[in-house]
């Protein structure tokens, strides 16, 4: 079973985990994502969460604190454990993972949505958490039989795992409240507890012959009849009542219908199937489910795991999941090489040493700070005269706004000039350290804030009333801006713009002579952002200077969508 976090009267564990110091692993920035979030701090996610901080992973758990062992006082069957509070263990486990610098937070997950190649989990606290994959081991619910008083002696007279609590009652009179075909079998392996088993019909009736003349030759007694109401005995741990008959027991058995907690699961359409016990999602022995970097362990997935199959379970996925990390590192780390080599070839200034590579995770990042780091801080200092023109006609009230791509801030420190609350991000850090110093010589950097983002990745968490973006245009291959766009334009409130000013030619000291363009109307189109109306799609003209003073005519295109 999956559990979670102790109730605040709970007691103390009675040991904690090594202070490892030097090897915990640092809280993701708000540039940087979680390796992995786990959704469900029982066995099953504290465990996958206690081998990936343990492989230096960025692990944050959340956890709604309603475990479903909760009703019970002792847990037997765990090696090591046997005996003891299924709180306490979990209250360890969450000290070990705090331990190894794993962060556990008490919310309740509420989605999870693709956002690129990435996840992100939302929580009803209002946060959301981007995150490279998800552990989801949410446990599920047990329904129980509509019994009067059963509910209250739940966990306690009224259990359902034999190899749970069969061995505290062996010997004893134990009862069986049948719920559905799988109880007569359920009678017979209590049978190897006590030779003293009684097997309630209830409401589903006498078993069929051949049932019911295996039940009569292990000694299983049948009563049949409706339980009218169960209740703590004087002389007994249970009584029942079944048609006016009072049965006195020492543990009734039943089992109860499965509801998995799977709605983060279902959000992303991960496969299901039809088991004996209803419907899961399906995984595979590692525990993945058909979503790309979308896990699942314990009992939202397996309803027939006690702590212990839990336990193994986040222990292996965690392991898989490290290993499709390091893989996806590889390939990040070897397309940053071939970036680097590249940017070398051209003449792009590098920083030179194994220091650049490490602190640059993405093609992107790679080539942009090289980029900014060989280009003069005045370059790309003056607003975009589109983009100035275009809003003059606009007319729009300031507000806030996101402006993707910011470079040295020429169109953020202008914005913050007209009275905007601004939001610049890049994903060079040169490039956003020019921004600040632009704003603070500008007397306006209490109105921009700058933010550190791959734009092909993540976003800054913002509801704005405008999204600016021009030339935000890139050579780096594998890119695809469109989905960036679309993402940003989510960000804005009902009635916001989009304002995007593109390259509509070539200007002579580009990176690419060959380049060609879609023509305004294509832009709208390709962008696809079905909520928005094209408030303008032309071509401008305007003359161009270089990074070197040069001069030449371009033209821009300049699209304007409103958000319905």
């Known amino acids: 079973m999956d559990t979670t976090r102790p109730a605040a009267d709970q007691p103390a564990p009675d040991h904690t985990a090594p202070a490892p110091s030097s090897a915990t692993t640092p809280t993701p920035t708000s540039d940087t994502p979680w390796d992995v979030v786990v959704i469900g701090g029982g066995s099953g996610g504290l465990s996958a969460a206690l081998t990936l901080v343990r492989a230096r992973r960025r692990v944050l758990v959340l956890d709604a604190g309603a475990p479903r062992n909760r009703f019970a006082a002792h847990m037997h069957g765990v090696l090591g454990h046997d005996g003891r509070s299924p709180l306490a263990l979990l209250a360890t ?262 220091a650049a590579s490490d602190s640059l995770s993405t093609p992107s990042e790679a080539f942009w700070e090289q980029r900014y780091q060989g280009t003069d801080p005045a370059w790309g200092s003056r607003p975009n005269a589109a983009l100035v023109a275009v809003l003059g006609d606009l007319g729009l009230t300031p507000g806030r706004a996101l402006d993707l791509g910011c470079g040295h801030g020429g169109d953020a420190v202008w914005l913050a000039q007209q009275g905007w609350d601004v939001t610049a991000t890049d994903v060079s850090a040169t490039a956003l350290a020019r921004v600040d110093s632009a704003a603070r010589a500008a007397g306006v950097d209490a109105r921009v804030t700058t933010a550190r983002h791959d734009l092909t990745r993540t976003l800054p968490d913002v509801t704005v009333d405008l999204v ?55 832009l709208a189109r390709t962008l696809g952002i079905a909520d928005a109306e094209v408030v303008l799609a032309e071509a401008r003209r305007r003359v161009a200077s270089g990074p070197e003073g040069q001069q030449a005519e371009v033209t821009d295109t300049v699209v304007v969508l409103r958000r319905a």
């Open 93 to 354: 486990g969450r000290d070990e993972v705090a331990g190894y610098g794993g962060v556990i937070r008490t919310v309740q997950a509420t989605g999870v949505l693709r956002d690129g190649d990435a996840l992100v989990v939302t929580s009803d606290d209002g946060a959301t958490h981007r995150t490279r994959h998800v552990v989801v081991a949410t446990g599920l619910r047990d329904r129980l039989p509509d019994v009067p008083g059963l509910r209250e002696e739940w966990g306690r007279g009224v259990v359902s795992c034999p190899y749970c609590d069969g061995f505290e009652v062996a010997d004893g009179r134990i009862g069986v409240l049948a719920t559905g075909p799988g109880s007569p079998a359920q009678a017979q392996l209590l049978r190897q507890w006590s030779a003293r088993v009684v097997y309630l019909t209830g409401e589903v009736g006498l078993p069929d012959d051949a049932t019911r003349r295996a039940l009569d030759a292990r000694g299983v007694e049948v009563v049949e009849g409706v339980v009218e109401q169960i209740w703590a005995g004087t002389d007994s741990a249970l009584s029942v009542r079944v048609a006016g008959r009072t049965i006195d027991l020492d543990r009734l058995f039943t089992a109860p219908t499965f509801e998995p907690l799977d709605d983060v699961l279902r959000g992303l359409g991960a496969e299901r199937a039809d088991t004996p016990w209803g419907s899961f999602v399906t995984v595979d022995a590692a525990g993945r489910t058909s979503v790309d970097g979308l896990w699942a362990v314990g009992n939202v997935v397996n309803p027939a795991a006690t702590v212990p199959v839990a336990i193994g379970a986040g222990a292996f996925a965690a392991a898989m999941l490290n290993h499709d990390l390091v893989e996806d590192d590889v390939r990040r780390a070897l397309a940053v090489a071939d970036v680097e080599a590249g940017a070398a070839a051209a003449g792009v200034r590098t920083t030179g040493g194994s």
């Open 468 to 522: 600016t973006a021009s030339y935000f245009q890139t050579p780096v291959e594998g890119v695809v801006r469109e989905d960036a766009l679309r993402r940003a334009a989510a960000r804005l409130t009902s009635g916001g713009h989009l304002v995007l000013v593109d390259h509509g030619s070539v200007a002579p000291w580009s990176w690419d002579q060959d380049a060609t363009f879609p023509t305004p109307d294509e």
